[in-house]
């Protein structure tokens, strides 16, 4: 059983950075891809980015395209998200997904694991 555990989010003011981690264990990240998602307030929940099991190929949502950096550290078993120039609208919970595949994309079911969550705020 793959488990994750995302961390890392919080408060920030427009324009400000966060870094998430999403630890996992269980499996060897050689294995799994992982994606980001997020979910606003009354929103459904949308694909951020995404990152090959070998970290070698990355795929963002338009809206973060340029501001957001997806990474992962397969020996330590952590992907990340480096979050820059923060807006508003990039508020909301934070989950990390995982599937055995070595490379997926931006939609939820193609992922089998999920974290429980972190929340994100941009608010000044």
């Known amino acids: 059983q793959l488990q994750l555990v995302e961390s890392g989010g919080g408060l920030v003011q427009p324009g400000g950075s966060l870094r998430l981690s999403c630890a996992a264990s269980?499996?060897?990240?050689?294995?799994?891809?992982v994606g980001w998602f997020r979910q606003a307030p009354g929103k459904e929940r949308e694909g951020v980015s995404c990152?090959?099991?070998?970290?070698?190929?990355?795929n963002y949502a338009d809206s973060v395209k340029g501001r957001f950096t997806i990474s992962r550290d397969n020996a330590k078993n952590t992907v990340y998200l480096q979050m820059n120039s923060l807006k508003p609208e990039d508020t909301g919970v934070y989950y990390c997904?995982?599937?055995?595949?070595?490379?997926?994309?931006?939609?939820?079911?193609?992922?089998?694991?999920w974290g429980q969550g972190t929340h994100v705020t941009v608010s000044s």
């Open positions: 997904a995982a599937g055995f595949s070595s490379v997926l994309g931006l939609a939820d079911y193609e992922y089998d694991y």
């Open positions: 269980g499996f060897g990240s050689d294995y799994y891809a």
């Open positions: 990152i090959s099991s070998s970290g070698g190929s990355t």
